[in-house]
């Protein structure tokens, strides 16, 4: 059997007017000629991209698409219908996403988020209704552990994210400042799975050798000031950035262990070393 909408290690079982025909158990995949070279030759093993044809045919592709099955990608609008819009997902063939998986109305050359699926044909098909296709939660995440994340949205606290093309998640304003846009890809970590089930992430995990070295930037820079730093943690991640070289959260951290210790005090406007210290 073929695995329908994603790559596909199969060999050549002959070669015709048509194509090249691939083989998996009973079943053939034409690899049509246009995609054919002198050095395709039967018995050989090739990677390719197997999906159903309008009549639901299995067809084969060397090229890979951006997005396979149960995957999101960033799809350029290249045409405009009735039926809806076809995005380009790197095939001959465009992916369309009927008007009824449009989260708003798509227009040529425009640039959506768009998850692959499978009609009740086995044809591939797009949809821009992220949250529709996404699942809760369950025992493959776990916190401190790294994930492939896509952001598809912004609120007023951070970027609303996929994780690993399944799960809905959101990375904190702090943190990421305007580093970020629709559709960007990035790696990041799992900071945090709540009681109810929603996802907090981070792009960088802080280690315990990340705080002491925090905790000593900031003690550092203090001496430096005079004993004063006007950053709070209302301040702009910029802003601790440039002084200090830290993301807020590590600056937060390295100033929450100071406060521990006794060293600092919190006046409102920043931190200050103590007198006696």
């Not at 045919?57 to 045409?79: C, D, M």
């Amino acid at each position: 059997m073929f695995d329908l909408g994603h790559m596909n290690q199969l060999e050549v079982s002959r070669i015709d007017e048509e194509g090249a025909w691939l083989r998996s158990g009973r079943e053939e995949a034409l690899l049509p000629k246009r995609e054919l070279d002198e050095e395709i030759k039967k018995g050989d093993t090739l990677l390719v991209f197997v999906y159903a044809d309008a009549s639901g045919n299995p067809v084969a592709t060397l090229r890979q698409p951006f997005a396979e099955v149960g995957e999101y990608a960033l799809l350029r609008a290249s045409q405009i219908n009735v039926h809806g819009a076809f995005m380009d997902w790197g095939l001959f063939k465009d992916l369309l996403v009927p008007v009824k998986e449009q989260l708003v109305e798509m227009k040529t050359g425009g640039r959506y988020l768009v998850k692959v699926r499978l009609d009740r044909e086995g044809r591939p098909i797009g949809t821009a209704r992220v949250e529709k296709g996404l699942s809760a939660v369950d025992e493959t995440l776990g916190e401190g552990q790294e994930v492939d994340l896509i952001v598809w949205g912004f609120t007023e606290i951070g970027a609303k994210v996929i994780i690993n093309h399944r799960f809905a998640g959101l990375l904190y304003n702090d943190e990421i400042g305007s580093r970020l846009k629709y559709g960007d890809q990035v790696k990041g970590y799992i900071r945090q799975i709540r009681a109810d089930g929603k996802i907090d992430c981070t792009l960088n995990i802080g280690t315990r050798s990340d705080r002491d070295d925090a905790r000593g930037k900031v003690m550092k820079a203090l001496i430096d000031h005079d004993g004063f730093l006007p950053l709070h943690d209302k301040s702009p991640a910029e802003d601790i950035q440039e002084m200090l070289g830290l993301s807020k959260k590590l600056f937060k951290k390295g100033v929450g262990n100071l406060y521990k210790e006794g060293l600092i005090e919190l006046p409102g406007d920043g931190v200050r070393l103590k007198n006696d210290s």
